[in-house]
């Protein structure tokens, strides 16, 4: 639960960042450790919280919230 508590603050932080443009930067090390935190230590499914649906639909909002002329290395991963 600290994980998914965790990546929570993390894209309410990218959601703020991306309604200011000077601050829309500082979504591509928090997209980096969105992802990660994703990828690598949450599982597959939390009852209630996380199903593999889910995981698309945050994965869509991170992308929508980074500048993708900034950071094309990052979306094709």
């Not at 500082?26 to 919280?49: C, Q, S, T, W, Y």
Request: net charge negative; glycine share 6%.
């Amino acid at each position: 639960m600290d994980r998914i508590d965790e990546l929570g603050g993390i894209f309410t932080e990218m959601v703020e960042n991306d309604g200011t443009f000077a601050a829309q930067w500082k979504n591509i090390p928090l997209g980096h450790k969105a992802f990660a935190l994703m990828k690598d230590e949450l599982p597959l499914r939390v009852e209630g919280e996380l199903t593999p649906y889910t995981r698309i639909v945050l994965l869509n909002k991170m992308m929508s919230c980074m500048p993708e002329r900034d950071c094309a290395r990052f979306f094709l991963k």
